[in-house]
């Protein structure tokens, strides 16, 4: 069913999709989702049977409080690995990491597609041809850039319209290209959705109310907020600059060829705002943003 809308959508023949990049990233797609499992998690000595239970789309949120005398020092490494136990008649384990964050210091909230992985998603087929056929690609200049920051001391959360069915894919990219390490926030969806092409339009509702779940988590912290031109990201961000304005430390936005940006559109999503908090940049080297020494992760 998957294959057949995609192999119309693309107007591909079955051969075309007979290669590895495609196998890699539809495989994801292909698993059967259980709901009503609970997941026990373990880190370090410490293990735990998550209290609530997988969704119809295999999902689950949870919270857990880990005693610290169980964990092993954690005072230079703001990352914390864990694994997921097998279930019962499973045999494989599961390796994740979880990023400690101090209540101070500096973040960056980074747009995916079109922002540091070129993905062409204003034209819908040319996207999906880029998601599943062609190799990725980062957009040049970024991963320095992004590094420079995380030498200054920057946190890192990235923020997608893209399935978690792709995260593999997406984190083999950045950690290749050499981004920093950070959250991921990506899409949860369900592929009873009958048109394929509406799983990667971004949705301006849920983009903001994942964005702010992470200001709001840390209130101490100043955010760099780095998107495109492409679809909604001005207004995204403008809007949650108005919201947090104390927590707001800069808005950068990417140029996206042949998408070019009304001066009123700019004046919108950027009202009552200082020009001084947003900016616009075609190549990463336009850039010249100095963090907050003061704030450290």
Known sequence: MIIRVLRKILKVSV??????VFRDRIQGFLVVTERGKRVAVEFGEFQALMERKSRRNGHFRGSLRIPIDSLPCINANPWLDFRVLPGAGQQQTFPGR?????????SVISDIDDTIKLSDVADRRQLLRNTFLNDFRCVSGMPLLYQEWAAQGAAFHY???????????????????NFPEGSYHLRTIRLRDPSFLRLFVAR???KRRV???????????????VGDSGEHDPEIYGSLGRLFPHQLHQILIR???????TRERVMKAFRDLPTQKWQFFTEPHEIDLELPSHQIQ
């Open 255 to 261: 140029r996206v060829p042949g998408r070019p940006v």
């Open 98 to 106: 979880v990023q400690l964050l101090e209540d101070q210091g500096i």
């Open 204 to 206: 301006r509702s849920s």
């Open 211 to 225: 964005i702010k779940s992470i200001f709001r988590l840390f209130p101490g912290r100043k955010f760099v907020l």
């Open 159 to 177: 923020v997608s319209s893209s399935p978690w069915q792709l995260f593999d894919s997406i984190h083999r990219l950045l950690s290749t290209s």
């Open 15 to 20: 051969d075309e999709l007979d290669s590895d």
